[in-house]
């Protein structure tokens, strides 16, 4: 982005507060957290906008335990980064490379029962378990990721683990032809071997079809005010609203578009 168009999307910001969202019916838009967040935003809206990439995919991985471990989450999110680049693009060729952005998140946390406690009823004078003392348990993580669109090159002419992988997907050695009829069917397409490449390859994944939900940009409609994949951008950022929670959340020794 050259200086001129900066300086002048950084005057529309100042004075209307957002550029990519209109927050005309947004009740919180004066709010500092509020403020705080759509700058986190447009922040990474920007960032994507000028390196050419824009968010193809929302990927969202679920774990099938309870999963607290921040740092084992960082590492599998460099297995995922390794498994896709290694299915799409092995030879590393600058035309199909993929950007990935990995949301780390909690679920919410659960009020749950402690072990119970022995105690004596006054009326029965027999003892009974006691249930009513709960606790805060916090919840586990969940990752959301964002990837770059796919080259329809890459599936039209696959090599020799997208060839793998459609006969074992579709049970043909070539891509259904009602696939390649439509932008929809082609994004259909690229989802499945997705879907296919992390579960075949990520171990910490579980089997279940919960285990692990993939979202086309075209597919969204928006999220707070924004649309398309800049809705994508919206909704892993929901719970941005200071640099602490950016931190927390982005796992920027993975990511591509604000990486360490």
Same mark, same amino acid.
């Given at each position: 982005?050259?200086?001129?168009?900066?300086?002048?999307?950084?005057?529309?910001? +100042?004075? !209307?507060? *957002? =550029?990519? +969202?209109?927050?005309?019916?947004?009740?919180?838009?004066?709010?500092?957290?509020?403020?705080?967040?759509?700058? =986190?935003?447009?922040?990474?809206?920007?960032?994507?906008?000028?390196?050419?990439?824009?968010?193809?995919?929302?990927?969202?991985?679920?774990? %099938?335990?309870?999963?607290?471990?921040?740092?084992?989450?960082?590492?599998?999110?460099?297995?995922?980064?390794?498994?896709?680049?290694?299915?799409?693009?092995?030879?590393?060729?600058?035309? %199909? @490379?993929?950007?990935? &952005?990995?949301?780390?998140?909690?679920?919410?946390?659960?009020? $749950?029962?402690k072990d119970p406690k022995s105690v004596l009823n006054t009326i029965t004078n027999e003892y009974e378990l006691d249930w009513c003392q709960v606790e805060i348990k916090?919840?586990?993580f969940h990752v959301h990721t964002l990837l770059s669109e796919i080259d329809d090159d890459v599936v039209l002419h696959p090599n020799k683990k997208i060839r793998k @992988?459609?006969?074992? =997907?579709?049970?043909?050695?070539? $891509?259904?032809?009602?696939?390649?009829?439509?932008?929809?069917?082609?994004?259909?397409? +690229?989802?499945?071997? /997705?879907?296919? @490449? /992390?579960? &075949?390859?990520?171990?910490?994944?579980?089997?279940?079809?919960?285990?692990?939900? /993939?979202?086309?940009?075209?597919?969204?409609?928006? !999220?707070?005010?924004?649309?398309?994949?800049?809705?994508?951008? @919206?909704? *892993?950022?929901?719970?941005?609203?200071?640099?602490?929670?950016? *931190?927390? /959340?982005?796992?920027? +020794?993975?990511?591509? =578009?604000?990486?360490?």
């Amino acid at each position: 982005m050259n200086k001129t168009k900066k300086d002048y999307r950084e005057w529309v910001r +100042k004075r !209307y507060g *957002v =550029i990519h +969202k209109d927050d005309t019916n947004d009740k919180h838009k004066n709010k500092r957290w509020k403020i705080n967040q759509n700058h =986190i935003r447009e922040t990474f809206i920007e960032e994507y906008s000028s390196s050419g990439y824009k968010p193809g995919y929302l990927i969202t991985r679920n774990y %099938y335990y309870d999963q607290q471990d921040r740092y084992e989450v960082v590492s599998h999110n460099d297995r995922m980064n390794r498994v896709l680049d290694d299915f799409f693009n092995p030879r590393g060729k600058s035309d %199909y @490379a993929l950007t990935h &952005d990995h949301f780390i998140e909690r679920h919410k946390d659960q009020l $749950v029962k402690k072990d119970p406690k022995s105690v004596l009823n006054t009326i029965t004078n027999e003892y009974e378990l006691d249930w009513c003392q709960v606790e805060i348990k916090r919840g586990g993580f969940h990752v959301h990721t964002l990837l770059s669109e796919i080259d329809d090159d890459v599936v039209l002419h696959p090599n020799k683990k997208i060839r793998k @992988a459609i006969e074992r =997907i579709y049970g043909m050695d070539q $891509v259904p032809v009602s696939l390649l009829q439509s932008e929809e069917g082609m994004s259909q397409l +690229k989802t499945d071997l /997705i879907d296919y @490449a /992390i579960r &075949d390859r990520c171990d910490f994944l579980g089997n279940s079809k919960d285990s692990l939900d /993939i979202t086309h940009e075209s597919e969204y409609e928006g !999220y707070d005010g924004y649309k398309g994949w800049k809705g994508l951008i @919206a909704y *892993v950022t929901k719970k941005m609203y200071n640099v602490d929670n950016m *931190v927390e /959340i982005y796992d920027s +020794k993975n990511s591509t =578009i604000l990486s360490e």
